[in-house]
């Protein structure tokens, strides 16, 4: 019980000497006492220890250079297999997603080339054309009218007329 009382005067007291004193004098109080309970009932210390290796040597060992200069060109040619291994697996990836892209185009022009040979046989339709002629006037060809340059001479057929040189007059 006697405990309890001279807590409860500490802390009276530790009131009312934080009602007199301002904000930041209380908050730097506060700070040192959280301080003080951190670092427990031993108080901190350092020693500053100085080292002199500068008597001290390295030996040279020559069977340790050679391990390392063979596990240093050891892990060379592993990073270099890695790094090939790498750069082909990755090309290959690329050349793929070209082949894809290739594919998808072969039939977006596949599918423009059947809509352009759907809208050529719309267009070429004998009866659309002939009831277009109509409305513009037209009327079917009379035979003979018509007259092909890449067909063979018919002996029926009509004849262009043909102009023949004059002859020089004496």
Not at 58 to 81: H, I, N, Y
Not at 88 to 113: A, T
Not at 152 to 159: K, L, Q, R
Request: proline share 6%; with cysteine; charged share 25%.
């Amino acid at each position: 019980m006697a405990t309890q009382v001279i807590a409860t005067n500490g802390m009276m007291t530790a009131t009312r000497k934080s009602a007199e004193m301002s904000a930041a004098e209380r908050n730097l109080s506060l700070f040192a006492q959280q301080q003080r309970a951190r670092r427990g009932p031993t108080p901190e210390v350092f020693f500053a220890k100085r080292f002199d290796n500068s008597r001290l040597v390295k030996a040279a060992d020559p069977q340790r250079v050679r391990e390392m200069r063979t596990f240093a060109c050891a892990m060379a040619m592993l990073f270099a297999l890695v790094m090939v291994y790498g750069w082909q697996h990755f090309c290959s990836i690329e050349y793929g997603y070209r082949v894809e892209s290739e594919k998808q185009q072969v039939v977006q022009l596949e599918e423009q080339n059947r809509q352009l040979r759907l809208t050529e046989a719309q267009l070429a339709d004998p009866a659309r054309i002939d009831h277009m002629a109509r409305q513009l006037g037209l009327d079917e060809p009379r035979p003979g009218q018509v007259v092909r340059p890449d067909a063979s001479m018919d002996a029926n057929g009509p004849v262009l007329a043909q102009m023949t040189p004059a002859l020089p007059v004496r």
